[in-house]
């Protein structure tokens, strides 16, 4: 159980277009949603944080007009990179936490975003 | 504000034991987790400590010392697949019920023949 899927794994986009990314929780319902960015070598970065139905809570110097994230249901949440730079080039990787009381957080397989 | 900090990389035997140390500083605490990620891979969940004292999973064992702030991961038996990085990560007492974990920059092990 507590699988997250993430989609797409891997995607190469142009230089100032948009590129969404979904992140779905397939056998729970994820009240919470966590949205990290992680560059080469470096450790997992918090970029927001999301609940079901209300806005994301974003981590100092993110910028929430350009990562755009939508949590519209219990079992989705997407983060779209508006108007993309090569510079946000990164690895994504999202992670969900249940209705349980338990603290745990289960990954997605996260997305390598190629801004070319 | 937070801290986590644990050794950048480390190398040991195939077959030997390693102890991967994560020391931290937070406000207010609710746990402190150990993941292990391999390269190009999301982190996958080894063990949650909340109370202080060992947890032992099979190979894998983590310790906890609140008052010392202090953590460890240890693996016994290591196998060549056991290379990867593991990271650290603190669950602060947000008050708001966000839960967020604050991660170490990860200790990159590698296991030698």
């Known amino acids: 159980g507590a699988v997250v899927s993430q989609h797409p794994s891997w995607v190469i986009c142009k230089s100032g277009t948009s590129v969404k990314i979904e992140c779905r929780s397939l056998?729970?319902?994820?009240?919470?949603m966590f949205w990290y960015r992680q560059f080469p070598k470096q450790s997992l970065m918090l970029m927001a944080t999301?609940?079901?139905?209300?806005?994301?809570?974003?981590e100092q110097g993110v910028e929430k007009d350009k990562f755009l994230i939508n949590h519209a249901s219990l079992t989705l949440s997407t983060l779209t990179v508006t108007s993309a730079h090569p510079e946000d080039s990164s690895f994504y990787i999202c992670?969900?936490?249940?209705?349980?009381?338990?603290?745990?957080?289960?990954f997605g397989p996260g997305t390598r975003l190629t801004v070319t | 504000g937070q801290n986590i900090d644990q050794p950048t990389e480390m190398t040991a035997t195939e077959g030997a034991i390693v102890q991967i140390n994560c020391t931290y500083q937070t406000s207010g605490f609710n746990g402190l987790f150990w993941y292990q990620q391999h390269a190009g891979e999301a982190p996958t969940f080894l063990s949650y400590n909340v109370l202080d004292g060992l947890e032992e999973k099979g190979r894998f064992s983590s310790f906890l010392s609140r008052s010392k702030g202090y953590s460890y991961l240890l693996l016994k038996e290591l196998q060549m697949k056991d290379s990867a990085s593991y990271l650290c990560a603190a669950l602060p007492y947000s008050g708001a019920g966000s839960y967020q974990l604050t991660f170490g920059k990860g200790t990159k092990l590698s296991v030698i023949p």
């Open positions: 992670s969900a936490r249940g209705t349980s009381s338990s603290y745990e957080q289960y």
């Open positions: 999301s609940n079901e139905g209300s806005k994301a809570t974003y």
């Open positions: 056998d729970f319902q994820a009240t919470t």
